[in-house]
């Protein structure tokens, strides 16, 4: 009798102990709809992230030109199969191996001239900002930008061929964005849309 009393009081504070741990939360993702901003504020780039066969990439998905730029631009300087692709719905951040929080061993084409480079990328414990790092040979040999996540409701402004190409879940009848990323408390970052 005392052995299954002693069995039930262990079991009873088991439960109990288990009860009191605190709840992990979900860790914040890179997939979904990110702006990088100029120095103004206002928006350069929409970059949406995608997960393909356990590694993650960066899709052109919304430019923001200035009156300067060319009408549809192109990668005319790039030197792989991205040559004179145009920039929108170009896949220009690939192999991006996540570890946590960040996101590793992959490279970013810089369509200007381009060069590709390592990169590096961490998105922060509230999933509302992205650093990214592209760098040649070493990290210590860098530049950081800081990207914003945009709300779901954004994804109904990009061009309906990125969003064919790289989120076919997301039919044109079913327009929801929540497919892009689990959700998260906090708030999302205002942003500037044009149209």
């Known amino acids: 009798m005392k ?10 504070l088991a439960v109990l ?6 709840v992990q939360s979900a860790q914040p993702s890179l997939l979904g709809l990110w702006q990088k901003q100029g120095e103004d504020g206002r928006p350069i780039i929409w970059i949406l ?3 393909r066969n356990g590694s993650y990439e960066g ?8 009156p300067q730029d060319p009408l549809n631009p192109t990668c005319a300087r790039c030197v792989d199969d991205r040559k004179d692709a145009p920039l929108l719905g170009l896949s220009f951040i690939r192999d991006m191996k996540q570890r946590g929080l960040d996101y590793e061993d992959g490279n970013i084409l810089d369509p200007r001239d381009g060069s590709v480079y390592r990169a590096v990328m ?4 509230d999933g509302q900002s992205l650093t990214v790092r592209g760098y040649v040979g070493i990290p210590l040999f860098g530049m950081n930008e800081v990207w914003y ?5 954004a ?6 061929t990125v969003v064919a190409k790289y ?3 997301l039919s044109s009848s079913d327009s929801s964005a929540s497919a892009l990323r689990p959700r998260t408390n906090a708030k999302p970052r205002p942003y500037a849309p044009q149209r």
């Open 167 to 169: 989120r076919a879940d």
């Open 49 to 51: 992230f995608v997960e």
């Open 17 to 22: 102990g288990a009860a009191t741990l605190p």
């Open 59 to 66: 899709v052109m998905a919304k430019l923001f030109p200035r």
């Open 149 to 153: 996540r945009l709300p779901d409701s």
């Open 122 to 125: 961490t998105v922060s414990p």
């Open 3 to 12: 052995a299954k009393l002693a069995t039930l009081v262990l079991a009873a």
């Open 155 to 160: 994804t109904e402004m990009l061009d309906p």
